[in-house]
């Protein structure tokens, strides 16, 4: 059975600190997909790794992809309050995506 | 459309009765599908919708859900003789898979929250 799977489950961090969200998959993808949700809102894209050693960026947040580990990280940067939300990353070998547990971040003031 | 449109956005319904959802999609995206997020856990696959080609089911709980996707747009997500344990968001996405660069970038809709008591 194909596993996506996210650590920390939660995660509470203080303003301005720095942390690393991990996603291990457990089959082989090329593609690996970063979402994010908000309190009662729906999902939206953050990041698309289609390649070993992909590397995104997009203020804050920087998203890395290792294929041959299976891994992907999420590293947030000085974090702000506006960060706080659930992570979810997702693999899609065949028809379906296959999405992670979910990082629940909150970031304190 | 702009974007992936359900509805109804919130149904309550009473043990036992049927229920629709419904998904429009983006238009021009070939490909549709379902999933169930239960409060605080993660996205469960339902179905699947690629262009013409038979749906993968492979994820429907059991025989009481069902889905269409007519015309290659809108989808209907039906839950006959509904349960609590149906009580769930449902959402809906779509993509327009197959493009030169291989990614697959899913856009969600709202979600459709449905409450069986």
């Known amino acids: 059975e194909l596993k996506v799977e996210q650590n920390p489950l939660f995660l509470s961090m203080q303003e301005g600190k720095n942390y690393t969200i991990y996603c291990n998959y457990s089959?082989?993808?090329?593609?690996l997909y970063w979402y994010r949700q908000d309190p009662g809102k729906s999902l939206e894209s953050l990041f698309v790794?289609?390649?070993?050693?992909a590397v995104k960026q997009e203020g804050r947040l920087m998203a890395s992809l290792d294929t041959k580990a299976r891994l992907s990280t999420l590293h947030i940067t000085a974090a702000v309050h506006d960060l706080s939300a659930t992570y979810f990353c997702?693999?899609?070998?065949?028809?379906?995506?296959?999405f992670g547990t979910g990082t629940s971040l909150t970031v304190i003031p | 459309g702009a974007g992936v449109s359900q509805s109804p956005s919130n149904k309550v319904t009473e043990k036992g009765k049927d229920v629709e959802l419904r998904c429009d999609p983006i238009s021009g995206h070939t490909a549709l599908y379902w999933y169930r997020q239960s409060l605080g856990q993660g996205l469960e696959f339902l179905i699947y919708?690629?262009?013409?080609?038979?749906?993968?089911k492979s994820g429907l709980p059991s025989d009481r859900f069902s889905a269409e996707r007519t015309g290659g747009s809108v989808s209907t997500l039906t839950i006959q003789r509904t349960q609590q344990e149906d009580s769930a968001v449902y959402l809906c996405?779509?993509?327009?898979?197959?493009?030169?660069?291989?990614?697959?970038?899913?856009?969600f809709g709202a979600g459709s929250r449905l409450t069986v008591l």
């Open positions: 089959t082989t993808s090329d593609r």
């Open positions: 996405a779509s993509s327009f898979k197959g493009g030169q660069s291989g990614a697959n970038v899913l856009t």
């Open positions: 997702a693999v899609d070998p065949g028809n379906q995506f296959y």
């Open positions: 919708f690629q262009g013409n080609s038979a749906p993968d």
């Open positions: 790794l289609l390649s070993n050693g």
